[in-house]
DNA sequence: TTTCTTTCATTGACAGCGGAAAATAATGGC
DNA sequence: GCCATTATTTTCCGCTGTCAATGAAAGAAA
């Protein structure tokens, strides 16, 4: 069922191209001479990578637009041309799945989401092929291939290899995902834990643009980290980094299904919170949607239940600043349809056991769409498609 | 005082020469084979990195000892000439400065220690004047040229720039350390926090070699981290990192300088134990050695004080593995003198705390000399040497 | 209109790095 | 002495990115 021909290499070879496409990606439409400072390369050496790319269509030459108010030859900006590739990217959580298609500058071009109701290994499999069958055949952009297929999962997972080592939510263990999925959908596969795939979004489209080390915190069901330390993701020896949801910052806390106490999770966690909840109000807490209207409503002693995540969501970012020394952390994820509720505990929380230097950490929040998970695989499978080699992508064989 | 005429630099201007040396300073004697395999290059390319390196007397093949076993052609294996240089390390406490000559290869050839009785930056940098000055008299090495001296500082230092910016021991802002301590000795001068200088130490020499991502753990008077991710020490973006003492593991314990309560300093740092060593004894305490004298006695409940601490610092080791997932914990500094005290409270609370695949993380304990600390300085003295290039270098001007 | 100035972009020569493969070296076994 | 075997060196060679010079496209000045 090989219907995408063979499959496409990315011509950028060089160590010098591979930087200035990335620095178009992040930077928008950039001069040659601008990518050439941006980048610390030579304009000549510019000049050279940019021609294979947009012979190959992936760069194009801005039309000029704005009139010019310098001097001199008028610049000319280089930019990714986003329609040239499509990509789907595909975030598997435990009773949904939620696919986005995007172009190569990683734009949403359509959006899905499907309920998983079976989570064995061949049901999910299935759920994604229609998923991205789907989003496939929605996209009426007739003539642009699709590249590249990401998927994101939350745990312990093995990108290089491809290998989804455990999901607690999926009940995974050493599941080759990508292998799979690549049979399934013919699609050249990347797989990533969510959170870090997140990163890489944000690294290159989001708010950790231009930074070398910054770390990016999700708040929802769980409570996630991404790090960027000396421009890269950090992945850990063991495939598992940024596990903030089980530092403890309150021994006398709440029971944490890892075995502790006073995890972050176990008491800013989704479901912490409505189980506080429904403690403290004594009513019947559906969901977290539920959880934050009481508050709203300023029932006695709600307010306090999301005081308390506050604190110990910013004492939990305090503890990363503390170790990394980020220039910003990213406070992101479901959870913050709640943020009202609980920012200022955040900041005061953090300003308060960040030590010296770490406090000038820039703390910022980005309400991103649950989608935003979805296009963070969509990223993961982009870089994984710009990094390809032609030796590894090879169709024949 | 330009006694030491001009600066020598060090001939490996490529990127293949750096990572050769470097290789063959932290593994030891090597053939060009084995050199190629580690370092990720070709034989050839080795050959020719070894070359310059040979005739300016960095590096020397080894004389052939033992008999070989295999057949063919002889290894000729190829190690650091240690004596072709001497760096000197020293490093700044409150009340003392450390100080070691060290030949290239970091093994300690002397060490000195002078109390410091004025925190002045003058009189500190008179003492280290006179420490460095005494060192390179001690040295009966004649001929071998001292070609650097490393200053290691707690606190908030900017190596790059040579500034120390805020030592809160030293009651230091914005010193510009390495400047004034090149006019007084006439060497070049790296200044480096003191547990990152560690840190390279252990990276090239150490628990550390061959590792991309570990952490080193200090305990002493203060708490500190040094972190290694992706090769390399990790700075900060603010030039702070690693402040695994004042991560809060117990919001309820005692109050903290920092003003926090329960930082794992206020609980393990020497301050700490001795203060609540004198509160649970009822007797007096002069120091930490007092401290371990009383636990060791059996002090009906001195033990305990040790096992809180034990437990403080496992769960602040197992927080760095959750976020970092290094592959290695190296636990050291003068603290580990009580060792046996809370050896078991370290991995008690450590597996406890640790998350998934963290737990996988090995933790070791090297019970480092304190002059250790000033090693670790001659290491960043001698980082600096080998990565300096001939433009920074030059004495012409 | 022509020419100059300014700035961006391109070109071609070039130095140098590191790799591949062949040649050379050094040893033991026969 | 010859061969097999392994280590090292040599000899190209491709490739990358820089340098310095040149070209291109405007507005400004004459």
């Not at 000549?44 to 940019?50: D, E, H, N, Q």
């Amino acid at each position: 069922m090989r219907s995408t021909s063979r499959t496409e290499t990315f011509p950028a070879h060089t160590p010098a191209a591979s930087q200035v496409f990335t620095t178009l990606l992040s930077h928008g439409p950039l001069t040659r001479l601008a990518a050439a400072r941006r980048a610390g390369l030579s304009p000549a050496a510019v000049t050279k990578a940019v021609r294979p790319l947009i012979e190959a269509g992936y760069l194009v030459e801005d039309a000029d637009d704005e009139p010019r108010a310098a001097l001199g030859r008028p610049a000319n900006p280089v930019r990714v041309d986003g329609s040239r590739a499509l990509f789907v990217g595909v975030k598997v959580t435990g009773d949904e799945i939620i696919g986005v298609l995007t172009d190569l500058c990683c734009r949403i071009r359509l959006a899905r989401r499907v309920p998983l109701t079976d989570r064995a290994t061949r049901a999910v499999l299935a759920s994604v092929a229609d998923l991205v069958h789907d989003l496939r055949a929605g996209a009426d952009d007739i003539g642009v291939p699709v590249l590249g297929l990401g998927v994101a999962v939350s745990g312990d997972v093995d990108r290089a290899e491809g290998v989804v080592r455990y999901s607690p939510f999926l009940e995974w263990r050493d599941v080759p995902l990508a292998e799979l999925a690549a049979m399934t959908t013919g699609l050249p596969v990347t797989v990533d834990n969510d959170v870090r795939a997140l990163t890489i979004a944000e690294q290159w489209f989001g708010a950790g643009v231009g930074l070398s080390d910054f770390a990016v915190v999700t708040v929802g069901a769980g409570i996630g980290c991404g790090l960027v330390v000396h421009g890269r993701v950090v992945a850990g020896a063991h495939g598992v980094a940024g596990e903030i949801g089980h530092v403890a910052v309150d021994p006398a806390g709440p029971p944490c299904h890892c075995g502790n106490r006073g995890c972050v999770e176990a008491i800013a966690g989704d479901a912490a919170i409505v189980a506080r909840m429904r403690e403290v109000t004594g009513r019947k807490v559906a969901d977290s949607a539920a959880a934050v209207a009481l508050a709203h409503q300023g029932l006695p002693g709600a307010r306090e239940v999301y005081a308390r995540a506050g604190e110990a969501i910013g004492r939990g970012i305090a503890t990363v600043a503390n170790l990394f020394g980020p220039e910003r952390v990213i406070i992101s994820g479901e959870g913050l349809a709640a943020y009202d509720l609980f920012a200022e505990q955040i900041r005061d929380a953090f300003a308060a056991a960040a030590f010296g230097s770490a406090a000038r950490c820039d703390v910022q929040t980005r309400p991103l769409p649950f989608e935003e998970w979805a296009r963070g695989a969509a990223a993961a499978a982009i870089q994984s498609f710009i990094t390809s080699t032609p030796a590894d992508g090879s169709g024949k064989g």
